[in-house]
């Protein structure tokens, strides 16, 4: 069956400098197998499956894969998924564009020539364990004296997330695939004072056959420490983070807090529009 599929390049307004995702438009009739398997085929970090939702309050329903699992929540998803259903025609019911996913509604505005994501609330957040913290430390050859601060930053992907002493060496991390694997880790760093971005931001996470990948630009992570940094007087209301670079693009993250809401904004552009077979 020939269905309407677009793939949209998220967190930058330079088409292939920040992460895509593939996005299926008509997801009914395919069942979990089916999504899985197309995922893999894509050899992209996500690929989507907009629904009808069965939530009244919700405008469409989205079903998110990265390689070999289901996500409850993703970001970059969300925005280059709500980019594509407006750019096919879709419709808000209200004030916002309101996603139904595994981790309920999700909000989404459009912000100028951007669109952002309301951040959800955190499945769990507070110390990592020990064990775990050790772990992450030899998985990417780090001291304890390394790491300003870690903790969780579960909202959907189980992120680990460790703030380090600089973006040098934030940026000289090769990670242990091995010592790594099952684990989502999130490693941010401070830039100086008065530089473009006020974060740089890297994500690893579980890839195919076992392998640990490197996400381009990661809008789950991004709201998870905007939640933990702000949170913590880290990082100030309202910041721009910079992630990609060590892939050689510049994804670009906006980040505001308004109110009791964080704001994960960022520019989309569409790559790809046609019909996919499944």
């Known amino acids: 069956m020939k269905r309407p599929f677009q793939q949209i390049d998220v967190f930058t307004d330079r088409p292939y400098f920040g992460n895509p995702v593939a996005v299926v438009l008509d997801g009914q009739g395919l069942d979990t197998a089916q999504m899985h398997r197309f995922t893999d085929w894509t050899n992209l970090s996500e690929a989507t499956f907009v629904l009808p939702p069965t939530n009244p309050q919700a405008d469409y329903q989205l079903r998110i894969f990265c390689p070999g699992r289901e996500l409850a929540f993703a970001g970059h998803p969300t925005l280059g998924s709500c980019h594509a ?10 004030e916002f564009i309101v996603q139904e996913c595994g ?31 050790d772990r992450i ?16 930053c579960d909202n959907g992907p189980g992120w680990r997330g460790l703030l380090l002493r600089s973006v040098d060496q934030l940026m000289a991390i090769r990670p242990d695939a091995a010592l790594l694997k099952g684990l989502d880790v999130g ?63 510049s994804g670009r993250v906006f980040v505001q807090q308004q109110g009791p809401d964080i704001w994960i904004g960022g520019h989309s552009v569409s790559c790809i529009s046609g019909e996919v077979d499944l």
């Open 137 to 152: 430390l030899h998985g990417l050859n780090l001291q304890a004296a390394d790491v300003l601060a870690s903790a969780w």
């Open 103 to 133: 981790v309920g509604l999700v909000r989404v505005r459009r912000d100028g020539l951007r669109l952002a994501f309301a951040a959800p609330p955190l499945r769990r957040n507070g110390a990592l364990d020990d064990d775990e913290f």
């Open 187 to 249: 490693l941010a760093a401070l830039h100086p004072p008065g530089s473009e971005c006020q974060i740089e931001v890297r994500a690893f996470f579980p890839g195919n056959g076992g392998s640990l990948a490197e996400d381009p630009v990661t809008g789950s992570l991004n709201a998870a420490l905007a939640q933990w940094l702000i949170g913590s007087g880290v990082l100030p209301p309202r910041y721009v983070a910079a992630q990609g670079t060590a892939l050689g693009r």
């Open 85 to 94: 259903w407006l750019a096919a025609g879709g419709q808000p019911k209200g």
